[in-house]
């Protein structure tokens, strides 16, 4: 920008009008920016310094609030919910970057290398699932595993396979987790596929050609090419994944409401029903400020990873 | 250079050696993937036009006549018209907060770097990394004192604040990389800053504008946890909320009817994505690479 500043500098009538030409510019600034500081400080910042003061408080909206210290963020983890949606949401991220980013990465590959006329728009259709909106996609998540109606119930009682119609998908503590990230892979994968095709497909020609010249097969292309030089994008996108799934409210509330018992709550689900069915809100406000807390650790190592990128 | 080997394959199959056999396999294996994102999507076809003892008697025959009964059920009780509407409310009311307010932010942090500025600038992209659930019950309070509780502002206009960072960004560095001889042309004939602003610069930042209407009306559409919080009374309801009311409602018991609901409530995504998928995936992978 220090561009800018010398053609500033040697504007004609600079130094007549200086003043005037100043006010101007302080003006056209302001008026350019509060907008956006606006809607910051009164939609963002305001409810996050509300969000720490009432995390200490005991208040239900209603009554007084009570200043409590640490004490709601103690009681949280002392509590089975809590414990149970942090839990989830820590073995959604692991299980999230290693099945989702290299299944993903997997058929990004594919489709970049093994690219003809019938593989070409299958990329196309892979992001669909993530364009549809989470409520329909957790409807066809049901669609598919609900008892009795369900697709894969249905099918099953069709063909006589007593063993899988009697699995409940939804309703078994242990498996209703898995269905749900079963509907979630399904979801999101599309999305991993496009950003790392798109950096597949940025690997220069002239690397490719020698590749192909020295006759690497798609397995040696894949191990000593395209994965050390897309691994930035690879790390990239598993924190994406990772601090995603700090946040993963839509997809089990909508199916499972957090149950059976707690065994699909996350975080999100807690700090709902603390908030908005139990009325509890220094409680969900505590929730809120472990779920900023743990998006900020994921980000904080995002960007060591980038500073990293750009020392080399 | 000089020594550049002549290559002696086809340009533009520039790629590892593949067998035929390989290709074959991965290409099945890619197929059947498509096949199962699609599946869920056409499934309810088959049941749709069913009656619910057709249904139970054989539900994976093909129906014997076409009824478009449980369409119909289906959409009284989603009410979807209203949905429709309610939902684009929204949209429009996020594009015409965010688009702007982004773009002019954009703009003096690319264009009039100062102290002050560089400063704002963080102070904006710091709320890029607010999770929206951290603030919901202040939110939510918040919507109270403004009166501004279960109607469609009040969910639009938090939804703007946790966009702008994001788009402001996006701007900034849209414009930084404008070349800057027609700006100061313009002020050399004496343009002022507004006249730069919006009849030199913004038409040049058309891109991102698309991009940004594009991407802010996606992420309204598909909003569900705002909603959820905001809208309480059901003629307010935007369609996510009502899909699902209708899934907690009416449950999978009676699969036309829910088969009827789901083909109802993919059918506008899907024919918006069909029409533009093309900029939809641009759109989000340069809004990826670049954020």
């Known amino acids: 920008m220090h561009k800018n500043a010398k053609t500033f500098a040697i504007m004609p009538g600079k130094n007549r009008s200086k003043k005037k030409r100043d006010w101007n510019e302080l003006i056209f600034k302001t008026l350019l920016l509060t907008p956006a500081v606006l809607f910051l400080v009164v939609f963002m910042y305001y409810p996050i310094e509300e969000t720490f003061r009432l995390s200490m408080t005991r208040s239900t909206g209603l009554g007084p609030t009570v200043f409590v210290g640490f004490q709601n963020y103690v009681r949280l983890f002392q509590n089975e919910e809590f414990l149970m949606g942090l839990k989830n949401v820590l073995r959604w991220a692991f299980w999230s970057v290693v099945i989702q980013i290299p299944f993903s990465f997997f058929i990004a590959f594919s489709l970049s290398v093994f690219k003809n006329r019938i593989t070409k728009p299958l990329r196309v259709i892979y992001y669909l699932a993530n364009v549809l909106p989470s409520a329909i996609t957790a409807m066809l998540g049901r669609f598919v595993f609900a008892p009795r109606h369900g697709v894969i119930p249905s099918l099953a009682n069709k063909f006589n396979w007593q063993w899988l119609a009697r699995i409940d998908f939804l309703g078994d503590p242990k498996l209703a987790f898995w269905s749900i990230f079963a509907v979630a892979t399904w979801a999101y994968c599309g999305f991993y596929v496009i950003y790392l095709m798109a950096n597949i497909e940025q690997i220069p020609k002239d690397i490719r050609e020698s590749a192909q010249l020295d006759g690497a097969t798609p397995w040696q292309y894949a191990r000593y090419i395209v994965i050390p030089m897309t691994s930035y994008a690879i790390r990239i996108v598993s924190i994406l994944c990772i601090v995603g799934s700090m946040k993963i409210f839509d997809l089990p509330w909508l199916m499972t409401t957090g149950g059976p018992g707690y065994a699909t709550s996350t975080l999100g689900i807690v700090l709902y029903k603390s908030g908005f069915v139990n009325w509890q809100y220094g409680r969900a406000a505590a929730v809120g400020v472990v779920i900023f807390l743990l998006s900020l650790f994921f980000t904080i190592i995002q960007f060591s990873l980038q500073r990293k990128e750009s020392d080399l | ?291």
């Open chain 2, 1 to 291: 250079m000089r020594n550049q080997p002549t290559i002696s394959v086809p340009l533009g199959r520039a790629y590892p050696v593949r067998s035929k056999l390989t290709e074959i396999v991965v290409t099945a294996i890619l197929i059947l993937l498509a096949l199962a994102v699609i599946l869920p999507l056409v499934l309810p076809f088959l049941f749709v036009f069913k009656t619910r003892l057709e249904y139970n008697y054989n539900p994976w025959g093909w129906p014997t006549e076409i009824r478009w009964i449980n369409f119909i059920e289906a959409w009284r009780a989603i009410r979807i018209g209203e949905g429709l509407l309610n939902t684009f409310y929204v949209c429009l009311g996020a594009i015409a907060c965010t688009v702007p307010t982004a773009a002019m932010a954009g703009y003096i942090f690319a264009r009039y770097r100062t102290k002050v500025t560089e400063v704002l600038f963080y102070f904006v992209l710091a709320g890029y990394f607010v999770p929206v659930q951290m603030v919901l019950i202040p939110l939510y309070q918040l919507c109270g004192l403004l009166n501004i509780t279960d109607t469609l502002p009040g969910l639009f206009l938090p939804m703007t604040a946790f966009g702008i960072p994001f788009w402001t960004i996006i701007y900034r560095s849209f414009f930084t990389g404008l070349p800057n001889e027609l700006a100061e042309a313009a002020r050399i004939d004496g343009a002022g800053h507004a006249n730069i602003f919006f009849r030199i610069m913004l038409p040049l930042a058309k891109p991102a504008t698309v991009l940004a209407t594009l991407l802010v009306f996606m992420g309204a559409w598909s909003d569900y946890l705002l909603s959820l919080i905001m809208i309480n009374s059901a003629k307010n309801y935007t369609m996510q909320l009502r899909i699902a009311s209708f899934m907690n409602q009416y449950g999978v018991d009676h699969m036309p009817r829910y088969a009827a609901a789901t083909i109802i409530a993919a059918a506008p995504t899907v024919i918006l994505y069909i029409i533009g998928h093309r900029w939809i995936i641009q759109g989000t992978l340069a809004g990826a690479l670049k954020g």
